[in-house]
């Protein structure tokens, strides 16, 4: 079993819909907890950034941590095409290496 | 402008050819990063490097060199003993606070492809 799970997709939505992706994690030690936006041909782009348990909000981005079922999910309100791209979890704690999930393909239809 | 620079964004080895990927970063970040990315598998960890002049190897280091002689850089190099090079390279670095770990900003990857 991965230690970072994700659906690989992809996951196509119309223009301004609600977007919800999600992880699964293994190791309750971890504590910090990231999503990344890659882009083709392009390096991971951080966009959040949580410890623990909780929302955090930024713009049309929230990240919710549940530590007790070890899931974690980014959702993106009035989704943009410029919104495309693959979206990575990650997740460690303070003694362990950031372990990243193999990211899920997200489209914006226009 | 703070970054991270990988160079070249493209690079095509030979059989039996060593070739070096540059990473150079002037964020001031003390540690330093080597992923490989294949299609659906993700990020791999091929070596890190917390403090100049030390590196350790990550899960897939076999048939990869690095070194870290300056703070900013962190050269990997692609052995001949890499039997499938092909993928995208990815350079990350981050800050150390506390001896802990904290979130990774990357450079925009090297593509390597056999000839």
């Known amino acids: 079993q991965k230690e970072v799970e994700q659906d690989p997709g992809p996951l196509s939505v119309p223009e301004g819909a609600i977007v919800s992706l999600n992880c699964t994690y293994s190791?309750?030690?971890?504590?910090?907890f990231m999503w990344y936006r890659q882009y083709s041909r392009k390096g991971p782009e951080l966009l959040m950034y949580?410890?623990?348990?909780g929302n955090k909000e930024d713009g049309r981005f929230t990240a919710q941590v549940d530590k007790s079922s070890k899931y974690i999910s980014l959702f993106i309100r009035d989704s943009q095409p410029s919104d495309s791209a693959t979206y990575l979890c990650?997740?460690?704690?303070?003694?362990?290496?950031?372990?990243f999930g193999s990211g899920t393909r997200l489209s914006i239809r226009p | 402008d703070g970054g991270i620079t990988q160079s070249p964004k493209y690079l095509f080895r030979k059989e039996g050819q060593n070739v070096t990927l540059s990473c150079e970063q002037n964020?001031?970040?003390?540690?330093m990063y080597w992923y490989r990315q294949d299609p659906g598998q993700g990020l791999r960890l091929i070596y890190y490097?917390?403090?100049?002049?030390?590196?350790q190897k990550g899960d897939i280091a076999e048939g990869y060199s690095v070194s870290r002689e300056k703070k900013e850089s962190f050269p990997l190099t692609v052995t001949s003993a890499q039997k499938n090079p092909t993928a995208f390279y990815l350079c990350?670095?981050?800050?150390?606070?506390?001896?802990?770990?904290?979130?990774?900003?990357f450079g925009d990857g090297t593509r390597l492809s056999i000839l």
């Open positions: 990350a670095s981050s800050p150390q606070r506390g001896g802990s770990n904290q979130p990774q900003h």
């Open positions: 190791n309750s030690a971890f504590q910090y």
């Open positions: 949580t410890y623990s348990s």
């Open positions: 990650a997740g460690y704690s303070s003694a362990s290496k950031i372990i």
């Open positions: 964020l001031n970040h003390d540690a």
């Open positions: 490097s917390q403090i100049v002049n030390d590196f």
